[in-house]
């Protein structure tokens, strides 16, 4: 490679490093978080032994599906030149300047070795400890992918993005043949798993099967390499023999045309507009919506709603037209899981014997709005009220002002609890003195922990790094969370309506107190600079 | 005269780095200040803290009587501000977006937008989204929301940026207006000098963080004149002992500023002519606001 892209490579780990040391905590939170990562194989082997997965047919079953369904999905997006990371200094220094185009995009391809190789060395750490697979048999499945499969997917990288020869119409019919057969082989397993188990009971051996079957190892590339996994993990057949040959060859035969092909820049201006956008997402420090997160523009519908309120409260009407522009009937589709939610939790109640018992409908809605509270972020709206420097101008209180502009939030909440909690309590015959406390505490434990996330993720976030604050919003969530979840513990031995009020109370007090911190430490521009 | 914001040994400091030092400065009523300074020096900085955008490090800021810190909504109420870009929600029309900081003003009436709107000629774009103006409009806007309220303080930082002559024009008429007959104070930090020498009453000149000039514009009592003479340093001690006058020498010519009570300088030349020094051409040179600020902001 260009001794320039080399130097660039290699002072950018270094500086990497080096402004880890400058930020300890950040650092601190980045090494929690990626021994959480290497961790996730065991947080999962309770789940897999039970189901008795722990085996190397269980490997095989788990990385079959990551392959197909994971893998060859996100290696087509290269067609559509998304997936390769191109930041504005790349397209200032790199692509304005006389480097070859390939290496320009195998650069860029480069960043993400150490995520790649993260992710090959916790699955040599899942194979050993989680489906006891023998470490010298994971340490050559690993060697052997690292050279195989990375000159695989970085050679197929470059011709899928780069390739000037394939035509947009080629790319196209390439796309929805794979996505045909994907979904065909999908049905056919599915159809196979549910006539076995109609017939004998379920069984993940049907599946690993028809995973390992020669349709599915001779599937170009992706199948070829599942060869290779078989052939490691299962033992040899003539077939795998075959396809564990093919994916050497077809890795060999795609570098060296990799290597060849004839790339003379065509990709540019897509690179240059993925950076546009990389930096618009990077603005937004990731308050960003899903629609945003996978490249796709907002739309917005014609609404003519008139401004009203006074003071902070005018806040929340504009929120509300612009709730209305960006979703036609103020709700969105997001907003409707909550209703089938509810009624999915109803009719179980109804058809499924003593899974969901009506007498405990309190602990239940409870229960699933501290879940929701803790583990689902509340939006960003109110930041984005608070990034326009005139907010702070404005004469009113900043408690006022971060209040109004969470208010819709809270009103959304409150839908949603209805949504949620009115059908599963109509049809688990409640009565509505439960529904409504049902409904009240969603919204007060949801608001709490609004102000929680705030304080924390955002104000403190943003002096100490906001991964490490993320992961004490998580554990303070946890720990706030203590009083309802004991309370609940006496529901069967005290009235109803004393836990209500238990609980509403130390929602509302905790609330405030976090309401009133935020708000203190929201007085200017500064709150929220990192 | 009363003073309106009085600035007393203000100093920031941001990530150890002192990027005010020890400012003081006190603006008066009805009068139009000019904040001037080259990239970087904490002119921005110092209108952020005025207004309470950010906080204050050392020292303390009050406007009419309000501390900035302590009294920071009583402070506000008699401050409008335009700090760097306007940022007006850009789906909202203009006429929308001057209605939403009304109503966060409380008690804007629709006749005073009317005439905000008037006065910033946006009468014909008003009903027009925001996303569809060019950078003046948006200025123009910012202008008008800026004057909602009535302030008794009125801040600009960058104003005339985007403005077409005629509206830098409208815009220094005005501002000059609201000094003059509504006896608003006016902060304006620019770039243009020549905008600033047309607009404002005093200069203050900040550099590296601190203040090191405040000078009125038009200081007509003082005259500079260029020198060549024959012995360039004999006359530097002449004029430092005869008339207390301390010039400069640059390159082959001594550049003198007249004392104002000296009306000409006749009585300079007599001197030279007097002590033997030969005089090869006397030239007045208009020391403009330009000459003034090059001069004070040089390493």
């Given amino acids: 490679m260009n001794k320039s892209l080399v130097y660039l490579v290699r002072k950018s780990f270094i500086n990497f490093f080096k402004k880890l040391i400058k930020k300890p905590l950040k650092a601190l939170g980045m090494l929690l978080l990626v021994t959480y990562y290497f961790f996730i194989p065991f947080l999962t082997k309770g789940v897999i032994t039970d189901l008795g997965l722990n085996t190397h047919a269980g490997f095989v079953l788990i990385a079959s599906i990551g392959t197909l369904y994971l893998t060859m999905p996100l290696t087509l997006t290269y067609f559509k030149r998304k997936g390769v990371s191109f930041k504005k200094q790349d397209i200032n220094f790199i692509l304005a300047s006389p480097t070859s185009p390939k290496q320009a995009l195998i650069y860029a391809l480069s960043k993400e070795v150490y995520i790649n190789l993260a992710m090959q060395v916790m699955f040599l750490m899942a194979a050993v400890l989680v489906f006891t697979v023998p470490f010298l048999t994971s340490i050559i499945y690993l060697l052997v992918n690292i050279v195989f499969s990375n000159l695989l997917s970085y050679s197929l990288a470059v011709i899928m993005y780069a390739s000037e020869e394939i035509t947009l119409k080629q790319k196209q019919w390439i796309k929805r043949i794979v996505y045909v057969v994907l979904a065909m082989f999908t049905v056919f397993l599915m159809t196979m798993v549910v006539s076995q188990t109609l017939e004998s009971g379920f069984d993940f051996a049907y599946i690993i099967s028809v995973l390992s079957s020669p349709v599915v190892l001779m599937i170009p590339i992706f199948g070829w390499q599942l060869g290779w996994l078989n052939l490691i993990m299962l033992g040899p057949t003539p077939v795998r023999l075959i396809a564990t040959g093919l994916f050497f060859a077809s890795a060999i035969g795609l570098t060296f045309y990799a290597y060849r092909m004839k790339v003379s820049g065509e990709y540019y201006e897509d690179a240059l507009s993925f950076s546009e956008n990389i930096a618009l997402l990077e603005s937004k420090k990731g308050d960003i919506s899903l629609t945003e997160a996978f490249g796709h523009k907002k739309k917005n519908y014609a609404y003519k709603g008139e401004l009203k309120g006074l003071k902070s409260n005018v806040i929340f009407h504009k929120q509300f037209i612009e709730r209305r522009r960006s979703k036609k009937y103020f709700l969105g589709w997001s907003d409707f899981i909550y209703l089938i939610a509810g009624i999915g939790l109803g009719l179980t109640s109804l058809f499924w014997d003593g899974f969901i018992v009506p007498d405990y409908f309190l602990e239940i809605m409870v229960g699933l709005s501290i879940y929701l509270a803790v583990f689902f972020r509340p939006s960003a709206d109110w930041k984005s009220e608070f990034k326009n420097h005139y907010l702070f101008l404005m004469p009113d209180s900043p408690l006022n002002k971060l209040f109004n502009a969470s208010l819709l939030e809270h009103l959304l909440t409150f839908v949603r609890a209805i949504f949620l909690v009115v059908p599963a309590g109509l049809l688990m015959r409640v009565s509505l003195l439960e529904i409504l406390y049902a409904i009240s505490l969603n919204v007060l434990l949801k608001a709490m922990m609004t102000y929680v996330s705030i304080l924390i993720e955002a104000i403190i976030g943003a002096k100490i790094g906001h991964t490490f604050a993320s992961i004490i919003s998580m554990v303070v969530s946890v720990i706030i969370m203590i009083g309802p979840v004991v309370a609940l513990f006496f529901t069967q031995t005290l009235s109803t309506f004393l836990i209500f009020t238990a609980i509403s109370l130390y929602a509302i007090l905790v609330l405030f107190l976090f309401l009133y911190l935020s708000s203190i430490n929201l007085r200017n521009i500064e709150s929220l600079e990192e | ?299």
């Avoid at chain 2, 009436?109 to 989204?129: M, Y």
């Avoid at chain 2, 409009?137 to 002559?165: C, F, H, S, W, Y």
């Avoid at chain 2, 260029?226 to 001690?237: D, R």
Wanted: proline share 3%; net charge negative; with cysteine.
């Fill in chain 2, 1 to 299: 005269m009363t003073t309106t914001i009085a600035i007393d040994k203000v100093g920031k400091t941001i990530n150890r780095k002192e990027i005010i030092k020890d400012l003081s400065l006190t603006i008066n009523e009805g009068e139009v200040l000019g904040l001037l300074g080259p990239n970087g020096a904490g002119k921005t900085t110092l209108i952020r803290m005025i207004v309470g955008l950010i906080d204050i490090t050392e020292g303390q800021i009050s406007v009419c009587g309000h501390d900035v810190e302590n009294e920071h909504r009583d402070a506000l109420g008699n401050i409008g501000a335009i700090v760097e870009n306007p940022e007006m929600y850009p789906f909202f029309s203009g006429q929308k977006n001057l209605d939403y900081f009304a109503r966060m003003h409380n008690g804007v009436s629709k006749e005073k937008i009317a005439e905000l709107v008037d006065f910033v000629n946006l009468t014909d774009r008003i009903n027009d989204k925001v996303k569809d103006y060019s950078l003046g409009m948006k200025q123009r806007l910012g202008i008008a929301q800026a004057l909602m309220n009535d302030p008794k303080v009125l801040i600009l930082d960058e104003p005339t940026n985007g403005l077409d002559p005629a509206g830098m024009q409208e815009l220094r008429r005005h501002i000059r207006m609201l000094a003059k007959e509504k006896n608003v104070t006016v902060i304006v930090s620019s770039h243009l000098l020549s905008e600033i020498e047309l607009m404002c009453d005093r200069i203050a000149i900040i550099k590296k963080g601190e203040l090191i000039a405040v000078e009125n514009v038009r200081d007509e009592a003082k005259q500079v004149y260029h020198f060549k003479v024959s012995e360039p340093e004999k006359a530097q001690v002449l004029l430092q002992e005869q008339f207390d006058i301390i010039s400069q020498l640059l390159e082959d010519y001594l550049v003198v500023e007249l004392p104002a009570e000296l009306s000409d300088v006749s009585s300079l030349v007599k001197a030279f002519v007097n002590n033997g020094i030969a005089i090869y051409s006397v030239e007045p040179k208009n020391h403009s606001l330009e000459d003034r600020f090059l001069h004070l902001t040089a390493e």
